[in-house]
């Protein structure tokens, strides 16, 4: 079972996608304000699963990130609202990423086409 690390700052949202993830994955979730090296360290992530952060941990989690997927070559896939896309992908190198609908079988298909190293495809189409 691969291991996720989804890291979300709205919580109820977190909760609701945790239920969901779970079903598939081995899912660990933290807040971007929660966030810590050690903490993915331990974790041993296969992925990390990026959703939602506020704009006063923007930075800090950026450098972590970039740190942690650099060091440990693990893939860093966003989930985002379609209007945030293009304002994420400029601070962070993502490998891949995945428009959020509140369709959990796209996101489920979307993360196993990405472990099983096939593009994934958005839902206006484009390969990431």
């Known amino acids: 079972m691969y291991t996720l690390f989804y890291i979300d700052d709205d ?8 239920g969901q993830l779970n079903k598939d994955f081995s899912t660990i979730h933290a807040t971007t ?3 810590r090296l050690e903490t993915l360290e331990n974790a041993k992530p ?7 952060f506020t704009a006063a941990e923007a ?8 740190h ?3 060091v440990h070559g693990v893939p860093l896939i966003l989930l985002s609202a379609a209007p945030q896309l293009e304002l994420y992908s400029k601070l962070f190198a993502f490998d891949g990423c995945i ?4 369709n959990y079988s796209l996101i489920r298909n979307s993360v196993m086409q990405f472990f099983s190293r096939e593009k994934i495809i958005d839902p206006r189409g484009y390969s990431i």
């Open 99 to 102: 428009e959020k609908q509140n």
């Open 68 to 70: 942690f997927t650099g």
């Open 11 to 18: 919580l109820t949202a977190a909760t609701q996608s945790l």
């Open 33 to 35: 304000q929660q966030l």
């Open 46 to 52: 296969d992925a990390i699963l990026f959703d939602y």
């Open 59 to 66: 930075e800090r989690t950026r450098e972590l990130l970039k």
